[in-house]
């Protein structure tokens, strides 16, 4: 079993910065990658950004720039550093740990953007 929780949302002004924080437990041998994605209310669950075991990273375009991904993979973390933030970034926020062809989610964590 694999359990995956994340931490760090809230609520921020526009141009403010949150740091979100995941962290993995269990059978966590053979991790491909861990990355965020996000939804926002009554939209589709999207990729923000994803960083391979290897150190590889891609990132949605909207967020090129001011978010930052990065992994501890000795404490089998993940992190998502992100600035400049706006309006259109408020969403629930869901790691995933990709591993042996299998996908494992969090519960998610909500960011809200909003003077």
């Known amino acids: 079993q694999v359990q995956v929780a994340e931490s760090g949302g809230g609520l921020v002004r526009p141009g403010g910065s949150l740091r979100l924080a995941c962290v993995a437990s269990?059978?966590?041998?053979?991790?491909?990658?861990m990355g965020w994605y996000r939804q926002p209310p009554g939209k589709t669950r999207d990729l923000v950004a994803r960083?391979?075991?290897?150190?590889?990273?891609n990132y949605a375009d909207s967020v090129k720039g001011r978010f930052t991904i990065s992994r501890d993979n000795a404490r089998n973390t993940v992190a998502l550093q992100m600035n400049s933030l706006k309006p259109e970034d408020t969403a629930v926020y869901y790691c995933?740990?990709?591993?042996?062809?299998?996908?494992?989610w969090g519960q998610g964590t909500q960011v809200t953007v909003s003077s």
């Open positions: 269990g059978s966590i041998f053979s991790i491909r990658s």
């Open positions: 960083i391979t075991s290897d150190g590889r990273t």
């Open positions: 995933v740990l990709s591993r042996l062809g299998l996908d494992y």
